[in-house]
C-alpha cells in the first residue's frame, strides 16, 4: 500500500514534522487546520463562522490534491475555543456538510495555538471508487 503525503510548505510542516494530509490507500487523513493564510496571519480572527468556511476549504483543497472528494469525507474533529460559537460553526460545517453528513465530534479546547484562532478542525476520507 502506498504512502502519499501532501505539504503545503507552512513553516509549521518543516519544524513539527508533520504534513497537511496522508492518503494511505484508499483512506485521507487532513491534520488538524487552521485558518492561518499564506502569509501566516490568521483570517478573520473575531468570526467563527468565517474561520470554520476558510478552514473547510483548506481541507478540501487537500483532500482532492490527494484524489478525494469532500463526499468522502467520513469523520470531522472539531476544536473550538468557546463552545457558545456552537451554532455559527454548525452553520459553516453545514454548508459543506448536509448532505454527506460524516460523523463529527465538537468539544471545546482551553486554547490553540494562537489566541486569535477560533477553531481547530481534522477530517478523515475514505475514497470509495
Avoid: C
Avoid at 480572527?45 to 490534491?65: A, C, G
Avoid at 454548525?90 to 454527506?100: C, L, N, T, V
Amino acid at each position: 500500500m502506498e504512502r502519499v503525503n501532501y505539504s503545503t510548505g507552512a513553516q509549521w510542516e518543516a519544524i513539527v514534522g508533520y504534513s497537511r494530509a496522508v492518503r494511505v490507500g484508499n483512506v485521507i487523513h487532513v491534520a488538524g487546520t487552521t485558518a492561518v493564510g499564506e502569509n501566516g496571519e490568521v483570517i478573520e480572527p473575531d468570526n467563527s463562522y468565517l474561520q470554520t468556511k476558510y478552514i473547510l476549504e483548506k481541507i478540501k483543497k487537500s483532500i482532492e490534491h490527494l484524489g478525494g472528494r469532500m463526499e468522502d469525507v467520513v469523520r470531522t474533529r472539531m476544536f473550538v475555543v468557546n463552545i457558545q460559537d456552537w451554532e455559527q460553526i454548525g452553520r459553516a460545517h453545514g454548508e459543506f456538510f448536509r448532505d454527506i453528513r460524516p460523523v463529527a465530534t465538537m468539544v471545546e479546547v482551553k486554547g490553540l495555538i494562537s489566541p486569535l484562532l477560533l477553531i481547530e478542525i481534522e477530517a478523515e476520507a475514505i475514497l470509495l471508487d
